[in-house]
């Protein structure tokens, strides 16, 4: 932008990209922060209501209970409804390490979490997919996808040479890409 009355900013179009682009990189790192936070949160309440039934003897209806309380002391915040305390529960029970919510479970946003809970029962399998989806971006839609056609299986399943063949990166790209070609077409 050359503008007359201030010819001190001829570089202000690339400065504007810049502080833009450093805008965009904050937003994606703060949702990010969030969503490792949030994840952490409910498996710390999931935690909570695991030792609470095994100590207390708490049934399900506490869970209800539960769910009603916090709505009506967080009515702004979203997440605390009956099911979602229950996907709270099962994650804490899935992954009981904390560890592994910092390491691992906390890159990816909690629906794909529940996802997981919901469709994979095998723990070296979920592990997989998070893994896959942390490499590939995948989102929900995504990721559901990839379990309906059985992606772990057929990966494991493929059998070629190029991990003895090639390095390491280039078998990676080719064993990823003989799996992909076996994806139905819709």
Same mark, same amino acid.
């Given at each position: ?54 100590? $207390? ?15 009506? $002391? ?113």
């Amino acid at each position: 932008m050359t503008d007359p009355l201030f010819p001190e900013l001829s570089n202000y179009d690339a400065f504007l990209s810049t502080l833009k682009q450093r805008i965009r990189t904050a937003q994606v790192q703060a949702a990010l922060a969030v969503n490792r936070e949030l994840v952490l949160l409910y498996w710390q309440i999931g935690r909570e209501i695991l030792e609470r039934q095994q100590q $207390e003897g708490w049934g399900t209806k506490v869970i209800e209970h539960l769910a009603k309380d916090l709505k009506r $002391e967080f009515p702004e915040m979203k997440g605390f409804s009956r099911t979602n305390l229950l996907y709270m529960r099962a994650f804490a029970e899935a992954y009981p390490d904390e560890s592994f919510v910092h390491q691992v479970g906390g890159q990816i946003p909690w629906r794909h979490n529940c996802v997981l809970l919901d469709r994979i029962k095998s723990p070296e399998q979920r592990v997989w997919y998070i893994q896959q989806t942390i490499e590939n971006g995948w989102s929900r839609a995504i990721l559901e996808m990839q379990i309906e056609t059985r992606l772990y299986e057929r990966y494991g399943n493929a059998v070629t040479n190029f991990s003895q063949t090639l390095p390491k990166p280039q078998s990676d790209l080719a064993q990823q890409l003989m799996v992909v070609s076996e994806l139905p077409v819709r």
